[in-house]
T-cell receptor, first 112, second 112 residues
Framework: NAGVTQTPKFQVLKTGQSMTLQCAQD?????MYWYRQDPGMGLRLIYY???????DKGEVPNGYNVSRLNKREFSLRLESAAPSQTSVYFC???????????FGDGTRLSIL | QKEVEQNSGPLSVPEGAIASLNCTYS??????FFWYRQYSGKSPELIMF????GDKEDGRFTAQLNKASQYVSLLIRDSQPSDSATYLC????????????FGRGTSLIVHP
């Protein structure tokens, strides 16, 4: 039972490079989320998709774009990476309403 | 701004004791409340969720909700060293987005 799968698990980029973080869930959940977690800052919402075909900005969207490719997949793209985007990125999904979120294992991203 | 506050800790308790973790929230209309455990270097893992005033028990864990006072607590009975982790409180506030707001977490250390 895979749950929420994120790839890659680790990545090192140079400033200005681009990359896409992948997330897929096999729980048939409607909603998907991207968070970043920095020391002392807690989880901060970057973007979310309440349902297939919709995406919305969260608390810290600048420098990121997202695509809800289908119900299973929700990708996060960094067009021009900056050192301030060094962080751990978590994808989460939930069925909807008051249901809890389920998290992937995270992607540890370093930008030099 | 809907806020969720947690004491960052660390909270240190001896093995076998009761650990009490607290969380306060600002939105009086909040609907659902979640506790996640996060081991160092790992992703958040759902422990419990509670929607109604009162207590909800699951094994060694008890969640307590008091909507009038706007706080939710997590009690861990018979604490074990394996319970040492950061505990995140998440609150789904009123309004239509169904997105929970996370506290910054409380670090718990259970010493033998």
């Amino acid at each position: 039972n895979a749950g929420v799968t994120q790839t890659p698990k680790f990545q090192v980029l140079k400033t200005g490079q681009s990359m896409t973080l992948q997330c897929a869930q096999d729980m048939n959940h409607n909603s998907m989320y991207w968070y970043r977690q920095d020391p002392g800052m807690g989880l901060r919402l970057i973007y979310y998709s309440a349902s297939e075909g919709t995406t919305d900005k969260g608390e810290v969207p600048n420098g990121y774009n997202v695509s809800r490719l289908n119900k299973r997949e929700f990708s996060l793209r960094l067009e021009s990476a900056a050192p301030s985007q060094t962080s751990v990125y978590f994808c989460a999904s939930k069925q909807g309403g008051n249901q809890p979120q389920h998290f992937g294992d995270g992607t540890r991203l370093s930008i030099l | 701004q809907k806020e969720v506050e947690q004491n960052s800790g660390p909270l240190s308790v001896p093995e076998g004791a009761i650990a009490s973790l607290n969380c306060t929230y600002s939105d009086r209309g909040s609907q659902s409340f979640f506790w996640y455990r996060q081991y160092s270097g790992k992703s958040p893992e759902l422990i419990m969720f509670i929607y109604s005033n009162g207590d909800k028990e699951d094994g060694r864990f008890t969640a307590q909700l008091n909507k009038a006072s706007q706080y939710v607590s997590l009690l861990i009975r018979d604490s074990q060293p394996s319970d040492s982790a950061t505990y995140l409180c998440a609150v789904r506030a009123s309004g239509g987005s169904y997105i929970p707001t996370f506290g910054r977490g409380t670090s718990l250390i259970v010493h033998p």
